[in-house]
Every structure is written in C-alpha cells, then in structure tokens.
C-alpha cells in the first residue's frame, strides 16, 4: 500500500523558513518523480514544485521560485521541500504526490493527508 506522510508544517512569521519532509513507503521511491502541492484555504490545489526520480531535474511554480527548494534522499525514501521567505499567501495544506512521469499532472496524483502550513505575524 502506497504511504506518503508529511510533516514539518506550523506556524511561521512572514519572512521565515520551515522545511517540509514527506516519508514514503509501499512503493519504490527511486523509481518516480515526486512532488508538492498545496490547497490555500477556499481555493484549489496549487502544485508547487516537481523533482525528477533520480533528484537531478527540479521545476518550481513562478510564485516560490527562488524561495523554495525541492530535495529527495532516495536511500532514506524522503521528499524535502525547504521554504525561506515565507508570505502569508503560503498559508495552506502542503502535500507530497507521487506522480507517474515527470511531466504528470499532480493535481491529480496521490498524494498523503497533508501538513498545515500559517504563514502569519
């Protein structure tokens, strides 16, 4: 069975950093591009970053870029995603998603139940 579970969330001023981790079991981690998206409270799911099977080919969404850092440890079977800079309208859940191919939709990918992140002073 397919597990992703993330943690790392909470309540950050604007300007501060968390780092989000996702542990992932019931799958061969090394094998699948990963990623993060997120849901802002009455919106819907924004994808966030993307990284390659092997860590080597990351993209980013015009909002974090230069903010935020995707990152995989493949012998440990854990996504990163270091946040600096945080706004407040990164306020929302994150969540990791295994995705099929690099180039997948990962809106529509699984993905686990998610980490609260409060961007607020």
């Known amino acids: 069975e397919v597990q992703l579970v993330e943690s790392g969330g909470g309540l950050v001023q604007p300007g501060g950093s968390l780092r989000l981790s996702c542990a992932a079991s019931?799958?061969?981690?090394?094998?699948?591009?990963m990623s993060w998206v997120r849901q802002a409270p009455g919106k819907g799911l924004e994808w966030v970053s993307i990284i390659s099977s092997g860590g080597h080919r990351t993209r980013y969404a015009d909002s974090v870029k230069g903010r935020f850092t995707i990152s995989r440890d493949n012998a440990k079977n854990t996504l990163h995603l270091q946040m600096n800079s945080l706004k407040p309208d990164g306020t929302a859940v994150y969540y990791c998603?295994?995705?099929?191919?690099?180039?997948?939709?990962?809106?529509?990918?699984?993905r686990g139940q998610g980490t609260q992140v409060t961007v607020s002073s």
């Open positions: 019931g799958f061969t981690f090394k094998d699948y591009p």
């Open positions: 998603a295994k995705l099929e191919n690099y180039y997948s939709d990962p809106s529509r990918a699984y």
